[in-house]
């Protein structure tokens, strides 16, 4: 299948995994400047299941709250609207990315595992370093690769071309779907992004996450979900001279990737937490 084959086909697909009405519904009234701390809460307490794991996330040890949220009209007090919105994302998404089948070779476990590494390490990141909102870079963070998914779903031939040749040949996924695959993780990661209507720097976060490209405007997003990802996939081990950022943003991530000593465990004690919430249930 060529690429624009692979777009149509993509294009077609009318059963890609989605958010539940909720996420919508309150990025509905954000975006018309219409949320008010009470109809947020409204919205989200009609599901009691999503009002406490939202409530479990807030309260959990890595994220980082420092006091206790004890309703849904508190969280989006302290939190703000749009971290809330992002709880909702974070609650629901493993949900809705579930792999239909499971090849040999790739293991839902590790990714997840991964995803949430990359997720608490960018938000980390965003935090130390004031370039993003932290609860944007933890969702860029956690959706990096779930483009991943959408190809092991729809487009299972490639997937195991992919798995193929990462086996065979030792090379890097990335590498290895530019060489065999009629469309990228990153392309579907992005769209899939764009149709839950995630904001502008989500989506080129996730679409620049392997391809960077220095951008004058950047928002400082996209770079803190790479300088993640490389952590996550090197052993927390990025010499800070293998990444190579815009002067701004090379400023204010390249003194943490210098000395990760000084936020490095702290983060990684927060991954281990995540990972026990996310993975409970898998
Ligand atoms: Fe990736
Ligand atoms: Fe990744």
Known sequence: MDNKTAWDTLEKITNLPTLPAVYFQVNKLLQDKQASIEKIARIIEVDPGMSSSILRLVNSAFYGLGKTCNSISHAVMILGFNAV????????VLD??????RPA??????????????????RQLAQRSRL???????????LHDAGKIILLNYFKDDFLRILQAVRERNLAFADAEQEVASLDHVQ????LARKWQMPDPIVEAIACHHYYVTQDDTTGLVECVIAANMLANSNYSVHPDDIIFEGRVEDALKPLLAAPESWLPEAVEEIDAACEFFLEKR
């Open 132 to 142: 993003a909102a932290p609860e944007d870079a933890f969702i860029a963070g956690l």
């Open 105 to 122: 070779g790739f293991n839902t476990t590790d990714f997840w595992r991964h995803s949430v590494s990359v997720a608490v390490l960018a």
């Open 188 to 191: 579907i990661g992005a769209y």
């Open 96 to 101: 809705a990315l579930t792999v239909k089948d």
């Open 85 to 92: 919105k992002n709880a909702i994302v974070s609650v629901t």
